[in-house]
């Protein structure tokens, strides 16, 4: 065989072994790029690539100037991993130092306001984590991230604060630890508050940075929108002092407080003590938590006597020269029932004036017995009782107010004056605004709007109007109401120096098993100025200790419509109001 | 596969030229450098963009350190005990002037310490109030504040007010 075949023959087994190894290679190739290429693929990326999930934030809640009254916070947990607890070296002044366990703990336990020994308890240990405090500031944890331990970490949530605390807290409500919205507005106008969560996926380095050239994909943020309410924050704080202060010296069980601006129906303040504090509602009863503004019904008493005379007014049953006789007990023609007035007096001769100037049930049952039930029943409706209002605030109360069928013949007659019905203060509120407003009665306004982030308008409120009595009627009914203030026993005491003042006092008995108990709720619902109204205010006060009359429920009104007329810039009343008979003769005061 | 003999003629010049192949491995050295650098400035600006991410993190907690301080300072309850405090007291009483008829409403009435409805001092819960006023006599002297009120019995009825001239209260 010749040199050139043997050449040849070895270069054939080369390349057959090198084809072989190709091939066997060529297989892994297409194996690893074809057959298992996405699998590998999807393994890879796995493993660079992170998703993180950015936290939208929940919305702010603001008063309507503006002033915040919920927003969202960042809290931090502070945490250690005790099994890599151990001296730390530093660099202090540009020596090395070693700062022992101790140290640190020592200077930890300052900063989170825990004690040495139970902090040096929670660093021992094996395990990877150990908490050692739970929902800190920003600035704790600016201090212990300045401290530099690299074996304690955080992590960092959202938290909701309140800045002004219970101010408008029963309303604004609140949310749980966990961020879920629990109640008042916090509750009910979520879907304008939450916020939609963004994401963001990278492909990460080593060193969990994001890969320049990788792709990353990232759905933004929705912030939640920030819902203004109607509600004046300053004058709200001042009717819940007023308020509190009115508790504390009542011993009573609660007070509640609505100031309603009369040309829009806003509610500029919805206050009550006790109050609940959002940031830390635990510290609250349970039955202190809600808004029992819109969820408290109580029998009113006398102050549905001013609805019940516009309603006379309205019907054209009487007008404000015709009296009646009011004796201070007047038995009835069924069951041996009767109707008495609250003091002993000779038989009076009152006009409606005189029937509020003295509170007088007979007087009002003698003026409205004869006004058909069905007819009054309507009245009433349109006035807003028996009924939720278009706030459809959480847990609000309709009320009790029975259809006129159901009225039996002692129904039919104390109705007049207060009793067989219930209702709550914001109700009693708006009706004392239709009457304030020329009979129109507008739907109340809590909330003014929600706005986006962009600041568009995401939701407004629809605001519907009633007219319940005439222009006329509401405004007579208003000249007889200025009596109570100006003439009546306790209502004088509700006078505004410079203002003129239209209101009427209310001394409900609450109910006790069958029949009326010695506790009360005492109420004083009032507007000002009469001659042009701009406000109105009521007060409840429930179950105050050893008070059977209204003349506590006039001081609170006083203070916050006085706050009210001066905080919002309304010039003193420079008219006088009109002579009306008022006194017990049925004739016009000697003083008026 | 088969082998060929060839001249060496032959073979010198079937030679790869070295020209060529400079500028071959030169051409890839170039893109391998400016792929390298392009991945440099990348890199950096990650490392830059992680760096401003931090800062940014950073300059929001601070604003939010701040902004709570700024809100318990102006909340209510710390206003209502800084004015109890500094022995002020509300007065009820509104005297308004009416700029355009040169009219004053209401009757000037002096604010009465004692015996008004409202309790001066704070009522009102509120457990996020951290930082609040201090009118300490020692804070005051620190702040070298003049501390001393003169009051006035009269006032000079030299005031005389043009229609128009006043500028309308920014509040309400």
Redesign the interface.
Same mark, same amino acid.
Not at chain 2, 122 to 130: R, T, Y
């Given at each position: 065989m010749g040199t050139h075949a043997k050449l040849n023959r070895r270069l054939g087994a080369f390349a057959l072994v090198l084809f072989l190894m190709v091939g066997v290679l060529s297989v892994r190739l297409v194996d690893f790029q074809v057959v298992k290429a996405d699998e590998i693929q999807e393994k890879s990326l796995k493993s660079r690539s992170q998703t993180e999930t950015l936290q939208a934030l929940r919305g702010d809640i603001l008063d309507s100037s503006g002033q915040v009254l919920a927003k969202t916070v960042f809290r931090y947990d502070i945490n250690a991993a005790p099994k890599n607890v151990g001296p730390v070296f530093q660099n202090i002044d540009g020596v090395r130092t070693e700062r022992s366990v101790e140290e640190i703990a020592m200077e930890l336990s300052q900063v989170l306001g825990i004690e040495f020994g139970e902090l040096i308890l929670r660093l021992e240990g094996d395990s990877e984590y150990s908490s050692l405090a739970k929902k800190v500031k920003a600035e704790t944890y600016n201090a212990i991230k300045d401290m530099g331990i690299p074996w304690i970490f955080s992590d960092q949530f959202e938290d909701r604060l309140y800045p002004m605390g219970a101010v408008a807290g029963n309303v604004i409500g609140f949310v749980g630890s966990d961020g879920t919205p629990l109640a008042g507005l916090e509750r009910q106008y979520n879907t304008c508050l939450a916020g939609v969560d963004g994401q963001q996926s990278f492909e990460r380095s080593a060193e969990g940075l994001p890969i320049p050239t990788s792709n990353q994909t990232t759905q933004p943020t929705q912030n939640g929108g920030a819902l203004n309410l109607t509600i004046d924050a300053n004058l709200q704080f001042f009717a819940q002092q007023v308020l509190a202060d009115t508790v504390n010296e009542l011993s009573a069980e609660w007070a509640s407080a609505i100031v309603i601006e009369v040309e829009t129906g806003k509610i500029l303040a919805a206050a009550e003590a006790p109050s609940v504090d959002p940031n830390d509602p635990a510290a609250s009863d349970a039955e202190d938590r809600g808004a029992r503004i819109f969820q408290a019904a109580f029998e009113p008493g006398s102050i549905m006597k001013a609805l019940t005379a516009s309603v006379v007014l309205d019907t054209g049953t009487a007008n404000e020269y015709t009296t009646v006789t009011a004796p201070d007990r007047m038995n009835l023609d069924f069951g041996g029932e009767y109707i008495k007035d609250s003091f002993d007096h000779e038989d009076y001769t009152l006009s409606l004036a005189g029937v509020l100037r003295y509170s007088s049930n007979t007087g009002m049952t003698n003026f409205a017995s004869g006004i058909d039930r069905n007819i009054r029943y309507d009245y009433l409706k349109k006035y807003g009782f028996g009924s939720v209002s278009t706030l459809r605030f959480e847990g609000e109360s309709s009320g009790i107010l029975h259809p006129a069928s159901q009225w039996d013949e002692m129904t039919n007659l104390v109705t007049t004056f207060g009793q067989g019905v219930s209702v709550t203060s914001l109700q009693m509120g708006y009706a004392y605004q239709a009457i304030a407003n020329g009979g129109v009665r507008l739907d109340p306004r809590l909330v003014e709007n929600c706005l986006g982030e962009d600041g568009g308008v995401i939701y407004t409120p629809e605001q519907g109007s009633t007219r319940v009595v005439s222009e006329a009627s509401a405004n007579l009914n208003l000249e007889l109401m200025e009596k109570v203030v100006e003439f009546g026993g306790v209502g004088k005491t509700a006078a505004i120096p410079g203002y003129r003042v239209a209101g009427k006092t209310g001394t409900a008995q609450l109910k006790d098993g069958s029949g009326y108990g010695s506790e009360y709720a005492i109420s004083f619902y009032g507007v000002a100025p009469a001659e042009n109204p701009k406000f109105v205010v009521g007060v409840t006060i429930y179950r105050p200790e050893g008070v059977s009359n209204s003349a506590k429920a006039t001081p609170p009104f006083k203070a916050i419509m006085q706050q009210a007329l001066k905080h919002y810039r309304i010039p003193p009343s420079t008219t006088q109001s009109r002579s009306i008979p008022s006194d017990k003769f049925g004739k016009v005061d000697v003083n008026d | 596969? $088969?082998?060929f003999m060839v001249t060496e003629k032959d073979a010198k010049r079937l030679r790869p030229s070295l020209t060529s192949g400079l500028i071959f491995v030169l051409g890839i050295v170039m893109v391998l450098v400016g792929q390298l650098a392009l @991945?440099m400035v990348?890199?950096h600006? *990650?490392?830059e963009?992680?760096a401003l991410k931090i800062e940014k993190r950073e300059l929001a907690?601070e604003v939010?350190?701040i902004q709570?301080e700024v $809100? $318990?300072l102006s909340?209510?309850?710390n206003l =209502?005990d800084a004015a109890n405090q500094l022995g002020m007291v509300a007065n009820? =009483?509104?005297v308004?002037i009416?700029i355009e008829s040169d009219k004053i409403?209401?009757?000037p009435?002096p604010a009465k310490a004692e015996g008004g409805?409202? *309790?001066a001092a @704070?009522?009102? =819960?509120? $457990? *996020?109030?951290?930082t609040v006023s201090d009118f300490s006599i020692a804070t005051v002297a620190s702040g070298e504040l003049e501390v001393s009120v003169e009051s006035i019995d009269s006032v000079d009825s030299g005031l005389v007010l043009r229609s128009g001239l006043i500028p309308a209260?920014p509040t309400?």
């Open positions: - | 596969m $088969s082998v @991945n990348l890199t600006d *990650a490392y963009l992680r907690t939010q350190i709570e $809100s $318990s909340s209510p309850q =209502a009820p =009483a509104s308004l009416d409403f209401g009757e009435t409805q409202v *309790a @704070n009522m009102i =819960a509120n $457990s *996020a109030l951290g209260s309400r």
